[in-house]
Structures are given as C-alpha cells and as structure tokens.
C-alpha cells in the first residue's frame, strides 16, 4: 500500500507543493488530536512494508513552535517541551506500532501490543519519557575536582559528597533515536497485558523497569540542537549493521544499535504524552495545545536491496 494520511476530527493532512501539511486544532486536554502519514495501518505486523537495508530522508519544519535555547535541565534532563516547543509528540520514521493505539482512526487494523522497534527523529515534550534506559548516579566527591559514574546498583565510596540520579539515555526533547527488541510474539506476552494494573505499585513497576525492559530493549538516543522550527534537510540509513542519522548533509548520531523489521512509515504530530520514569512513576494521557503542525517536503524512501 502507498502512503495514506489519518486524522481525528478538526486535524488535517494537506497535500502542498511537493509534500504535506499535518495540523492538529488548539484544545484543552482530555481529547487526542492527531494528524499522520502511514504505509501499514490496515497491515498485520508481519507485512510491515520496510526491511534493511532501507533510507528516509525528506525536509520537515514544525509550525507553531518556539524555540526554547540553552542546554537540557538537570535530572531528567529535557528542554521546557523539547525544542520546539510544541506540547505532545511528533516526528518521522519507521516503526512496529508496538502499542497500536488506533483509538478508532478509520482502516486502522487492530493488533495485540509488542516489545518496540523503531527508529525515527522524534520530539516528546518534557510530560513525555520515553526512555528504558537504567539509571545511573553521579557521584561527586567531597573535593569537588572529580566525578564519576556508576551503576546504580554499584557499591558508593565514603568520598561521595551528594548523588545526582541520572539516566545515561534522553527520554525526551528532540532526538535521533532507536529501540530494538525481541521479536517475541504478542500472544506470548499476553500475560504481562493482563499484569499492566500492576504498573501502578510503584516499587513493581521500578523493578520491572530496570530488570525486564532495561535488559530486553536495547536502545541509542541523542538529543539534537537543532531549531525545527527552521527547515532541515533530514536523513536516516537503517541497515543491519545499525543506523545512520544525519541533518543538513552531517551526521549527528551512528549507532550499532538496529530494528528488527518488518517497519512501518510513519510521519505524525499529536498532543499525546506518556512517561515511564527510572523511579517507576507511569503517567499518559493528553495534553493542552494551541493549533499546531508539521510540513515535509522531497519525502523519499529508498531500498537498496
């Protein structure tokens, strides 16, 4: 199947000289407001259209943003709303649709959730956590010339001043990212659908974080100083050796970390957030947002088996 836009009432996906423009209407939170392009949505997982070795590149700008300066905040690290400003999700690049949340969209076919693949440039706004990485502690000695990491689980020294907890991966901002994940089939992981309530205990849901995701799902992230408020010319390689992520011509991240495929295309802005934090804190939901978009130009999709 070709590309085809989906949307919910009041959003729009508009055809403009050589791309598209996808808009979601201001609203309050409490109702989901997107506007995407696809190539799988009435597929099964398995006929996922893209495989490595496989390369997107087109130009994108996002519409209603501000650009937010400076470094990331401390912690959690992440930009008020990411760069660009705009509250919710948005980005381009190929996935699993590891939690198929159709939530009704016309042709949308239904599937069972699954761990993710993906790779993708991909802003969350700072309600968003899309991390699985561990944490790790800052250890800053009494001298204050030197720090260190370490896991946290690691013995600490009797130098240690104060601990700053930190995750080594972003989880949210705007980022070239990737996941890869067993491809365990969803029947299997039925069990764990059925355990989901149980995310809520928080101490459950930390050991469950940093025992069975951290270690399943293998993931790389990079943070990007970039205004998308601006054009940019955006390009991903995935191959089976990993993926090659470049804007305006540079490479800003390579990694040996690759999806498994079968992927979906998927070009999207919405006002979702969801965050599952290293302390186990599980939030999701939908956000507050003033009319916003995205416009792509020169989108190509090209195999090269």
């Given at each position: ?5 989906r949307?919910t ?37 398995s ?21 937010t ?17 705009l ?37 969350a ?14 250890h ?5 010339e ?120 998927v ?5 979702q ?19 916003m ?13």
């Amino acid at each position: 199947m070709g590309i085809q836009p989906r949307f919910t009432p009041g959003a729009s996906v508009t055809q403009i000289e050589n791309g598209w423009r996808l808009e979601i209407p201001a609203g309050a939170a409490g109702f989901y407001r997107l506007a995407q392009l696809d190539d799988y949505a009435s597929l099964p997982r398995s006929r996922f259209p893209h495989q490595p070795t496989t390369t997107l590149s087109l130009s994108c700008r996002v519409i209603g943003a501000a650009p937010t300066p400076g470094p990331p905040a401390p912690e959690w690290g992440s930009p008020k709303n990411g760069r660009g400003g705009l509250p919710g999700t948005w980005g381009f690049g190929f996935w699993n649709d590891p939690f198929s949340v159709s939530l009704g969209l016309q042709g949308a076919a239904q599937r069972l959730p699954v761990l993710p693949n993906a790779c993708w440039f991909f802003h969350a706004s700072e309600e968003n956590y899309l991390s699985f990485a561990p944490e790790t502690k800052v250890h800053r000695t009494k001298s204050g010339e030197s720090a260190r990491l370490t896991a946290i689980n690691q013995t600490s020294d009797s130098t240690q001043l104060n601990q700053v907890r930190r995750t080594s991966l972003p989880g949210n901002g705007f980022l070239a990212q990737v996941f890869s994940s067993p491809r365990i089939p969803s029947g299997l992981l039925a069990p764990g659908i059925l355990a989901a309530p149980l995310l809520s205990i928080r101490p459950f849901s930390k050991w469950l974080r940093a025992n069975l995701a951290a270690k399943l799902i293998r993931e790389e992230g990079k943070r990007l100083e970039v205004d998308p408020a601006q054009w940019h010319e955006y390009r991903l390689r995935w191959s089976p050796q990993g993926v090659e992520f470049a804007v305006n011509g540079e490479n800003v991240l390579e990694t040996e970390v690759s999806p498994q495929g079968p992927l979906g295309l998927v070009i999207w802005i919405d006002n979702q957030f969801m965050a599952w934090r290293p302390d186990g804190s599980l939030r999701m939901g939908t956000l507050a947002n003033p009319g916003m978009g995205m416009e792509i130009r020169g989108l190509e999709v090209r195999s090269d088996e």
